[in-house]
């Protein structure tokens, strides 16, 4: 069981408070620091590791080392982004790390319409909805209003430096179809597989959240189907998912426990996201509720078991929380409720084993 941690400088819960977890065995985190792109310093590896580690705390998973844009398009200029991310890979590898997620999705990271949407029980928590993106004439001020509203937490995937060129990339993009976009994450895979092999990680894939265009970006990595194939075009035990039940979940053909039990049992899942989500209005208006099966939209007991039964190993953290208990924070990512989600994911692991 893991717990995603920013970092001492952009996250506000201290190590101690997540170790005090129970049945907390390790954080999963990243140099926040580093654009996409970067080659980054081994220096700064190790004093994260060090950090978590004499915190009692393992650091084997590293969510993300973003994919620079310029691979996602295929553009010429990649081969140096992704050497950069070779370098990274096998610096990850010497300090133990074995699991690296990534995402693949254009321009936009994972995106939501509200951050503190407001439940019934005074709780908030984060909201999709399609009829506000669908109004959404320019993204770039949508991505300004997103950040005035994270309370001065930068959110992962939409750092500034990166919205600042949205409309020169949605432009580039626009010669970039569904086949160029996986075509591309195909030519990233192939080069940086040696160096995975060599390094001992797995390449584990965020699929895309929502899992459909948004912006009219392609996106290729949200159906069972689109997984197949990523994974059988590159048939290397390092090129793997990272299971995310919210982002899977978010489109209502996605059956969850059968995409668990068909790429675990291939052992192609080393990295979980258990979360629920309540479905609001049809399939494309959603929140993020608390994990528990019978707040949200999504049978947990079948997901899991489903990970248990197909003899899943790797590593596990609860996803995005709601704010509980008046807690300030990061949008998704404060201690209580992620605590609790860790705490009941755990019982039904046990619940299953023992039973
Ligand atoms: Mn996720």
Known sequence: MTFRWYGPEMDSIPLRYIKQIPGMNGVVSSLMEMQAGADWPEDKIQSLKKQVNDAGLSLEVIESVNVHEDIKLGRST??????????????????????????????????????????????????YQQSVVDQIKDPQQFANEIQKRTQGYEMAGWEPERMAEIKSLLRAYKEVSHQDLFNNLIYFLKAIMPACHEAEIKM???????????????????????????????????????FCTGSLGSRADNDLPAIAREFCSRGRIPFAHIRNLKKIDGENDFFESAHVSSCGSFDMFEIVKALYESGFDGYIRPDHGRMIWDEQGRAGYGLYDRALGAVYINGLWEAIEKG
């Not at 300090?95 to 995106?111: E, H, L, Q, R």
Request: glycine residues 6%; aromatic residues 10%.
């Open 78 to 127: 990649r081969d140096k982004y992704i050497q950069n991310y070779i370098n990274t890979i096998h610096k990850l590898g010497r300090i133990g790390v074995k699991v690296i997620c990534y995402n693949f999705m254009p321009v936009f990271d994972w995106t939501r319409t509200d951050l503190a949407y407001c439940l019934p029980d005074g709780s908030t928590t984060m909201r």
């Open 204 to 242: 584990a894939i965020h699929p895309d959240d929502p899992g459909w265009d948004i912006f009219g970006l392609p996106r290729v990595v949200n159906s069972a189907e689109g997984i197949r194939k990523l994974l059988d075009t590159v048939n290397d035990p390092c090129n793997c998912l990272t």
